[in-house]
């Protein structure tokens, strides 16, 4: 009781005021995973396998060749606890690397309920979604077929992109040491992966950005077409959440945030790790945390999204005004066939694709 509040009182107080009194729309839902997959219908169309692994969460129109179409119409389930919400997001896996050179996946595991949520806490891997609007500022929701990638797959250096996407070491056990607002944290917020073990496991947050150029679904880097706010990222940021956009990406759009949870808690035994570095390694490769991305596809029912970010009385969590909700059993068993298969929990030799020559 007494932890939960604090972790209430906690995150209420980096919760976005607006200003004027406005109040802010903040949902904030789990998604089971959809699937395990080595696609990627955004960076690789129609290329099975695609270069590295994802898990994927969402509506069941994801396939490899996704159009830029209103997906919603061809989705029928989904794994959010908004039933309307058919939006893809798929995010790297993490693979637990011993000092034997095999990889092991860590599991994705849910995240806790807040605000009188019973959705998020009971997902299946998967992770939570948001979308923030500012309190009296305009946004308007994404078009059907819009798109967009956070982060840089290759990337191996930190380009001072924390607010943008970041890890977080939970030092104790039950979101240890969670009281502070997403990749803000000078001690457990890093670019790069934590170097020491993490006993409650690691969290990793993926911010989009929050203007966008008013005419493009995509752009053929999937990153032109929108833009951060001159301030960077708008999560948690007071009265500047959704700061100037530049006059290039003049339409304000609401804030996405993806929070995965990895249960690091079976990989914290140093006698395991390799000798020179922490363990970890995302399912590019990545052994640095620096190229962690995140893909998004819209797929919110017809004008489902922008009436939730449009209530006048704020949205919190998992409930909000007319929008749909489902329950953990319906979202847990909406799946998606795997096009490419591949061993994704045993000890493997190496990691999915990475043996492969490069592209
Ligand atoms: C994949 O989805 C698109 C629509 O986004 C559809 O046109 C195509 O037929 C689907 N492909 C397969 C193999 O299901
Ligand atoms: C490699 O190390 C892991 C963890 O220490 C162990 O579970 C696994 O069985 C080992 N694999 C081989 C082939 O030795």
């Given amino acids: 009781m007494i932890l939960s509040a604090l972790i209430f009182a906690g995150l209420s107080s980096a919760l976005p005021q607006a200003g004027g009194g406005g109040q802010n729309t903040m949902l904030r839902f789990g998604c089971s995973q959809v699937v395990i997959d080595r696609i990627d219908p955004l960076v690789n169309p129609g290329l099975a396998p695609s270069p590295h692994m994802h898990q994927v969460v969402g509506g069941n129109a994801f396939n490899v060749t996704m159009q830029s179409t209103d997906i919603a119409k061809l989705a029928d389930c989904t794994t959010c606890g908004y039933a309307d919400d058919f939006s893809n997001y798929w995010t790297a896996n993490l693979y637990f690397k011993a000092r034997n050179g095999t990889y092991k996946r860590v599991p994705q595991i849910p995240n806790r309920d807040l605000f009188g949520d019973k959705y998020t806490g009971k997902t299946k891997g998967g992770f939570v979604v948001y979308y923030v609007s500012p309190g009296k500022a305009k946004v308007t929701a994404f078009k059907p077929g819009f798109r967009m990638l956070v982060g840089d797959a290759n990337n191996r250096v930190s380009k001072n992109l924390k607010s943008q996407t970041c890890f977080r070491c939970y030092t104790g056990p039950n979101f240890g040491g969670d009281n502070a607002a997403p990749c803000q944290d000078a001690k457990l917020d890093t670019e790069g992966f934590p170097k020491g073990a993490c006993p409650g496991g690691i969290r990793s947050n993926i911010l989009y950005p929050t203007c966008w150029d008013g005419t493009n679904l995509d752009s053929p880097d999937h990153k032109a077409h929108v833009a951060y706010p001159k301030n960077g990222p708008a999560l ?54 620096f190229g ?68």
């Fill in 236 to 289: 948690f940021t007071g009265s500047s959440v959704g700061g100037d956009c530049p006059s290039t990406h003049p339409i304000k759009i609401p804030q996405i945030m993806l929070e995965i949870v990895w249960d690091t808690s079976k990989f914290n035994n140093k006698a395991e790790w390799p000798t020179d570095s922490q363990p970890f390694v995302l399912s590019t490769g990545d052994d640095t945390g």
């Fill in 292 to 359: 962690q991305h995140g893909d998004y596809v819209f797929g919110w029912k017809d004008d489902s999204l922008q009436k939730a970010m449009d209530s006048a009385k704020g949205c919190m969590g998992a409930s909000c005004g007319g929008l749909r909700e489902q329950q953990p059993d319906a979202g847990n068993a909406c799946q998606v066939k795997q096009v490419v298969h591949e061993d994704a929990d045993g000890w493997l030799k190496e990691l999915p694709g990475m043996g492969e020559m490069p592209m």
